[in-house]
T-cell receptor, first 113, second 113 residues
């Protein structure tokens, strides 16, 4: 079956530090890949997505590249801010359908001033 | 003009009671979902409806029954509540298409005492 493995947290960084959150997946075919963010007390919001190999998703300074050869979709940001503190979820949707998202376990990020 | 709304936001109840959580979306989407997020932030899909028809039903106890009166609403009814049902329940909606993201509601925190 499909699965997503995420780097375990929590992750604590100082403001302006470089962020990487690792994500690898197991799926047949060519799934779509997503990063969702959950701010405290809120629902999930789509941060970025990539639908085919070598696609790079980007938003709000965050980037992730769909690497089929390593089945990875690592999230990066060059300089984090306090406002980036949240839980980040990597997810996949099987090829041909957006009906079912499989999520990773989430990574709590705390950015200190 | 909230996109996906849920009521109530908080629900505290005793074991054995029956309760419902309501979800409405005004995005014109044809597919709606219920997810359960446990205390460790792990997210798992429970149900999905497309045009009022059940298309995903994960291994959820039959005490949980989704009801979709129309495309814009997907309610979750839970019978004989148990302590293990305590979690945050998220509703989401999307178009049934590969490239459309899922939009999440703010969540309902259910506490069973």
């Amino acid at each position: 079956g499909n699965s997503v493995t995420q780097m375990e947290g929590p992750v604590t960084l100082s403001e302006e530090a470089f962020l990487t959150i690792n994500c690898t997946y197991t799926a047949t075919g060519y799934p779509s890949l997503f990063w969702y963010v959950q701010y405290p007390g809120e629902g999930l919001q789509l941060l970025l997505k990539a639908t085919k190999a070598d696609d790079k998703g980007s938003n709000k300074g965050f980037e992730a590249t769909y690497r089929k050869e390593t089945t990875s979709f690592h999230l990066e940001k060059g300089s984090v801010q306090v406002s980036d503190s949240a839980v980040y979820f990597c997810a996949l949707s099987p090829s041909g359908s957006a009906r079912q998202l499989t999520f990773g376990s989430g990574t709590q990020l705390t950015v200190l001033p | 003009d909230t996109a996906v709304s849920q009521t109530p936001k908080y629900l505290v109840t005793q074991m054995g009671n029956d309760k419902s959580i309501k979800c409405e979306q005004n995005l014109g989407h044809d597919t709606m979902y219920w997810y359960k997020q446990d205390s460790k932030k792990f997210l798992k899909i429970m149900f999905s409806y497309n045009n009022k028809e059940l298309i995903i039903n994960e291994t959820v106890p039959n005490r949980f029954s989704p009801k979709s009166p129309d495309k814009a609403h997907l309610n979750l009814h839970i019978n004989s509540l148990e302590l293990g049902d305590s979690a945050v329940y998220f509703c989401a909606s999307s178009h049934l298409s590969e490239n459309y993201e899922q939009y999440f509601g703010p969540g309902t925190r259910l506490t069973v005492t």
